[in-house]
Nanobody, 123 residues
Framework: QVQLVESGGGLVQTGGSLRLSCVAS????????MGWFRQAPGKEREFVAV????????YYGNSAKGRFTISRDNGKNTVYLQMNSLKPEDTAGYYC????????????????WGQGTQVTVSS
């Protein structure tokens, strides 16, 4: 079981940027597909981005395309989410996921979850 700890959230103005980090404990981090999801109050969990174990493949949700970039450093057991051009509708809790299956597996979001980090974008 992988344990995940997110950080990097905060309050930012519209148009600003944030970089989220998620550090994983345990071994074999590079075998996990890592993803970011978000959930706003009263809304369902939404897929943001996912990256394959070796980092070669990334997929993005529609809200993230062109603005967010997911990356990973397997030497540091860390996955990142660079968020640019932030909008008030990006306000949500952001959660890291470690899925033991290959990228592209469905349904998404199996495996381990972090406790989340809050992102608030002011207008």
């Amino acid at each position: 079981q992988v344990q995940l700890v997110e950080s990097g959230g905060g309050l930012v103005q519209t148009g600003g940027s944030l970089r989220l980090s998620c550090v994983a404990s345990g071994r074999m981090f590079s075998t996990y597909t890592m993803g970011w999801f978000r959930q706003a109050p009263g809304k369902e969990r939404e897929f943001v981005a996912v990256i394959s174990g070796n980092g070669d493949t990334q997929y993005y949700g529609n809200s993230a395309k062109g603005r967010f970039t997911i990356s990973r450093d397997n030497g540091k057991n860390t996955v990142y989410l660079q968020m640019n051009s932030l909008k008030p509708e990006d306000t949500a809790g952001y959660y890291c996921n470690a899925d033991p299956r290959p990228v592209g597996s469905r349904p998404m979001g199996l495996g381990s979850w972090g406790q989340g980090t809050q992102v608030t974008v002011s207008s």
